[in-house]
């Protein structure tokens, strides 16, 4: 069991690549991560989004427990999440969270996904997006573990 992030874009920037080891670097099992970025299409709208989401729907396993991040989603707060990942970790499931492109995914991804989880109300920069859910799944494991990092 770990968690697989599914990112559409470019390879992570300089001082993303920094502050993701910082996190990846104290991930323990289950909570260990890898990252698979997926290129993001020529295209532009519905046609990108479309051919995104294929290569999206073309990586994810049948077994796996996806998370979506979408704005329109649930707004969970770290204990939430923590406790979300858990439940999942508990039946043995892996984890595939998925980052879609800048035009988003399509509903078949939507729909399969088994939880739709919103950072903010706000839209971040995809590379911000990826520091933020790397440092997000170590505080999940610290808040599991009932380790002190998360301060309530």
Do not use: C
Request: no cysteine.
């Amino acid at each position: 069991m770990s968690v697989r992030v599914l990112a559409v874009g470019k390879k992570h920037e300089g001082w993303v690549v920094d502050g993701i080891s910082r996190y990846e670097k104290r991930l323990r099992k289950p909570f260990d991560t890898s990252w698979q970025l997926l290129p993001h299409s020529a295209r532009d709208g519905e046609a990108a989004r479309a051919e995104e989401s294929d290569r999206i729907l073309g990586k994810i396993g049948a077994d796996e427990f996806v998370v979506l991040l979408d704005e329109r989603g649930r707004n969970l707060d770290s204990p939430e999440l923590a406790r979300a990942l858990r439940e999942v970790f508990d039946r043995s499931r892996p984890v595939a969270l998925v980052i879609g492109g800048a035009f988003g995914v399509d509903d078949r991804v939507r729909d399969r996904a088994d939880l739709v989880w919103s950072l903010s109300r706000l839209v971040f920069p995809h590379q911000l997006v990826r520091l933020i859910v790397a440092e997000q799944l170590y505080r999940a494991q610290e808040i599991a573990g009932g380790r002190p990092y998360h301060h309530v």
